[in-house]
């Protein structure tokens, strides 16, 4: 007969909450991206008679609503403005990020742990305590209304994480090897674009994805600064459906893929970058 | 080849309240191999940091062919540097991290593509050219660390312990094979360890270091045979030199040193310091061994070491323990009496540290 002991019960534990823990992720996250899927790919018609119809029928697959959104709800506009956006604020933070999280671990300077500090202290402040002024002052200035200035804000919240994921990743990259490189005949500059960069492509990719993330789904500034609908980002731009008054639901759920597919299919390509250490072999190992 | 004399001039630094280095002052001539020899943390390698620009230094000046460079950034000295890590380009192939240094100076395609060619023969490293640092052995990787000081054909060649990871065979043919290519290429060259193996075969000039300072400059003979003081005398040499203290004693006209049970005859020159505490240091090799009748210091074997080459004996003389270095031929035993006798000319007296 078995004997079950301490570690048994444990171990059987542990099993049992890691299903329960897939299970519950899988209900949460997995159920309602099939539900919005699914939904996006039938005619409202099927939808209005068959709501319980949790099935999807390759012969009936009805791609209107994609067309429809595209075209005709502007969200090809909306798109293309989430992707200049998006993609502006990562070459910015990426940039900012490489020079400030270098400059932070590798040059002495006075105030330079007070700058290494506040780097995060930055990041405490909760993004709505900040719009309510943000949008006065923009206001103010007669900038609200634009895209560039989204992007500005979205540089203020993406910074300090990028910075500070950059800079501990800096900190363990072995300073003889920068020296290596200035010893044969870099600049610092040339050293951060000829080595430091290269070597940091795990840490700059993640920084990336993570800026990517936020620009591409923030709502609350888009919300309030944008005013004009050829400005709109995807995330404003679905709500201002979703409000409309002729609401169809397959519309909706169509816009909401269109939103969510690409932070997925970039997530998926860049996951394998994330991880892998580029600095084997450097050192003496 | 551009071959310079460096001149470091009273150079000091500190970390935080930690003073690293202080009043460093040496010359290099050109083509001249001088090892900077000291204990860990005696500030050898940061002195080369300094040399090279990487760490600026708290005062004094640092000087190639008379003239300074403290200003200069470390691409502007024209040194190269192979550090202890090795610190190759994880991310680039061999060939690129040996023709890294040529290509940032601006050096034609054609001609790097030769030069790395001709390194890689030299350090017969040529069939790896395509590969990464990581699919190297420890060796490979070292070769190619000397390879990429080597192919830039700089002013001064630094090196920072480069063979302390290497294991203990393959250490002792790169340090003569390092010995060769200077011997054929004649650079300037600063070497950093802590190894005195190294120091004494590879060094034209040895710079003895400790908590900062130099405390001798020579040749590795003039070190091994004329150590200035206590610290070097007994930090050079395997194994260690034998050091006693005790006090200069007047006995009827001679001098004679009286340790702990045991005494010996000084130099007469020595009675100046009558009554006075001196150190008095004997090298194991210096000390010879009679037969057990003859008149000597009497010493009792407490344990023999054979390392195959040659034998020591640690005896028991008085109150104090000597190591005597025996011909590969004696027949030692433990519990043994010897009589010992020095080799004349072949004591080290040390007053207050300093050599007499």
Known sequence: MRHWGQEGIEEGMIRILRVVGILFFFVMVGFPFYWMVVSSLKSLQELLLHPENLGLEIGKLDFTAYGEVLFEHGFLQYISNSVYVAVLTVLLSLSLATLGGYAVTRLYFRGQAFMSLSILVIYMFPAIVLVIPLYVVFSWLGLRDSIHVLILVYLAQTLPVALYMLRSYFQNLPAEIEYAGLTDGCTRLGVIWRIVIPLSAPALASVALYTFMIAWNEFLFAFMFLDSPEKFTLSRGVVQLAGSVHLSKQLVMAASVLVTVPIVVLFLFFERHLVRGLTAGAMKG | MIVASLTLKNISKSFGKVAVLREVNVHVEEGAFCVLLGPSGCGKSTLLNIIAGLTPQDS???????????????????????????????????????????????????????????????????????????????????????????????????????????????????????????????????????????????????????????????SPEDIYSRPADRFVASFLGTPEMNLYSGRVTNREGRAVFEGKGFSLDLAVTLLEHVNEEIEIGIRPE??????????????????????GSEIYAHARIGGARITVKAPKEARLNKGQTLSLATVPGALHVFYKGRRL
Request: glycine content about 10%; proline content about 4%.
């Open chain 2, 286 to 307: 210096d000390v010879r061994i009679n037969d057990a009748e003859s008149p000597g210091l009497q010493a009792e074997v407490e344990m023999v070491s054979n390392i």
């Open chain 2, 60 to 218: 004094g000046s640092v000087l190639v062919d008379g003239h300074p460079v403290d200003r200069l950034t470390p691409r502007e000295r024209d040194v190269a540097m192979v550090f202890q890590s090795y610190a190759l380009y994880p991310h680039m192939t061999v060939g690129q991290n040996l023709g890294f240094g040529l290509r940032m100076r601006g050096v034609s395609g054609e001609e790097i593509e030769q030069k790395v060619r001709d390194v890689a023969t030299l350090l017969g490293i040529e069939k790896l050219l395509g590969r990464k640092p990581r699919e190297l052995s420890g060796g490979q990787r070292q070769r190619v660390a000397m390879g990429r000081a080597l192919v830039r054909q700089p002013k001064i060649f630094l090196f920072d312990e480069p063979l302390s990871n290497l294991d203990a065979r393959l250490r002792a043919n790169v340090r003569l094979e390092l010995k060769q290519i200077h011997q054929q290429l004649r650079g300037t060259v600063v070497y950093v360890t802590h190894d005195q193996v190294e120091a004494m075969t590879l060094g034209d000039q040895i710079v003895v270091l400790h908590e900062g300072r130099v405390r001798q400059e020579g």
